[in-house]
């Protein structure tokens, strides 16, 4: 069963404009949420994360939304660069684990494509 | 300084192989994890170690799967008897926090091909 789920494989996007990335989650004991960013033949690097305490969370260009009750996020980069076109993972994490594994729970990811 | 490395990056094994794939995690980093990455797919946790000590192993898919970090700093992944399916990414993330290490960095992975 998936866990965390990002229901469109791809966007595109013009340059300047706002993009969007959408993830939905099923798991209530996700306390912790964050925004992984691929590009080809690398691995996963950290972009943005969120506590289930707040709702929004803002670092330059990205902002990322929390809704609980909707157990949903969303991914805001504004404005879009050509720079920004990489395959976007949502990830999930459970709250303070025995003996502190924080295993992260991966959507499908999104590739998105940033036109000039 | 140099981030997360992993070896090699591309091992094509026949049906029935073993494989050993390594991990150099950041200098200092306590916390150690491997996800296998399916085409298509976002990375699926495998396993964790804290130092040397292997605290979490319940994504390994079986039993012929098996990792270790003996020292608290390299760590090797080693599939036995590889089958078609074991075909993907195999992805080394380190952390240098024991609790709450969610921002995890990843290394660049190494794709396993078995033929």
């Known amino acids: 069963d998936q866990q965390v789920k990002q229901n469109s494989p791809s966007l595109s996007v013009q340059e300047g404009r706002i993009s969007i990335l959408n993830c939905d989650y099923t798991?209530?004991?996700?306390?912790?949420f964050l925004w992984y960013k691929k590009y080809p033949a690398e691995g996963p690097t950290f972009l943005i994360s969120?506590?289930?305490?707040?709702d929004k969370n803002e670092d330059g260009r990205f902002t990322v939304f929390l809704n609980k009750s909707a157990k949903h996020l969303s991914l805001h980069i504004v404005p879009s660069q050509p720079g920004d076109s990489a395959v976007y993972f949502c990830?999930?994490?459970?709250?303070?684990?025995?003996?502190?594994?924080?295993?992260?729970?991966f959507g499908q990811g999104t590739r998105l494509t940033i036109n000039p | 300084g140099a981030g997360v490395s992993q070896s090699p990056r591309y091992k094509v094994a026949k049906r029935g192989q073993d494989v050993a794939l390594r991990c150099d995690p950041i200098?200092?980093?306590?916390?150690l994890f491997w996800y296998q990455q399916a085409l298509g797919q976002g990375p699926e946790f495998l396993t964790y170690?804290?130092?040397?000590?292997?605290?979490?192993k319940s994504g390994l898919p079986s039993d012929r799967f098996f990792a270790e970090r003996p020292e608290g700093s390299v760590s090797t992944l080693k599939i036995q008897r590889t089958q078609q399916e074991d075909s993907a990414v195999y992805l080394c993330?380190?952390?240098?926090?024991?609790?709450?290490?969610?921002?995890?960095?990843f290394g660049p992975g190494t794709r396993l091909t078995v033929t």
């Open positions: 993330a380190s952390s240098p926090k024991r609790t709450r290490s969610y921002e995890q960095y």
């Open positions: 798991n209530s004991m996700f306390d912790y």
């Open positions: 969120i506590s289930s305490i707040k």
């Open positions: 990830a999930a994490s459970e709250g303070v684990r025995v003996r502190g594994a924080q295993k992260l729970v």
């Open positions: 200098s200092g980093h306590v916390s």
């Open positions: 170690f804290q130092n040397e000590a292997q605290l979490d």
